[in-house]
C-alpha cells in the first residue's frame, strides 16, 4: 500500500503564495501518476494538477499560470506551488496518487487546508 502524507497548508493574504508538498511511502516503488485535488466547503472535490511518473504535467484551467506542480522520484514527492493565491483557491487540498499492488489502485492523503483571506 501506499500512504501520503501532506504538509504546508495555512492561511495567506490574496496575492500570497503557500507550497505544498505531498510525501509517499509504502510501495512507493510502484507510484504512477500523482496528483493534487481540492475541495471547497459546499462543493465537489475539483482536479488542480498531476503529473507523471516521466514528469509529464496538467493544471486545470482555474489556476493555469498561477500553479505549478512537480515531482521529486528519488523521495517519492511531488510539489504544489501556488501564486497569486485568490479567495477562491480556499479549500482543503487534497493529494492523489495511482499505483500497482500489482492491480493499479488509488492512493489519498487526508489533506491540508488552505485558507486564502484578508
Known amino acids: 500500500q501506499v500512504q501520503l502524507v501532506e504538509s504546508g497548508g495555512g492561511l495567506v493574504q490574496p496575492g500570497g503564495s503557500l507550497r505544498l508538498s505531498c510525501a509517499a511511502s509504502?510501495?512507493?516503488?510502484?507510484?504512477?501518476?500523482m496528483a493534487w485535488h481540492r475541495q471547497a466547503p459546499g462543493k465537489e472535490r475539483e482536479f488542480v494538477a498531476q503529473?507523471?511518473?516521466?514528469?509529464?504535467?496538467n493544471v486545470a484551467d482555474a489556476v493555469k499560470g498561477r500553479f505549478t506542480i512537480s515531482r521529486d522520484n528519488a523521495n517519492n514527492t511531488i510539489v504544489l506551488q501556488m501564486n497569486s493565491l485568490k479567495p477562491e483557491d480556499t479549500a482543503v487540498y487534497y493529494c492523489?496518487?495511482?499505483?500497482?499492488?500489482?492491480?493499479?489502485?488509488?492512493?489519498w492523503g487526508q489533506g491540508t487546508q488552505v485558507t486564502v483571506s484578508s
Open positions: 492523489h496518487a495511482y499505483y500497482f499492488d500489482p492491480q493499479l489502485r488509488r492512493a
Open positions: 509504502g510501495s512507493s516503488r510502484s507510484l504512477n501518476t
Open positions: 503529473v507523471t511518473r516521466g514528469g509529464s504535467t
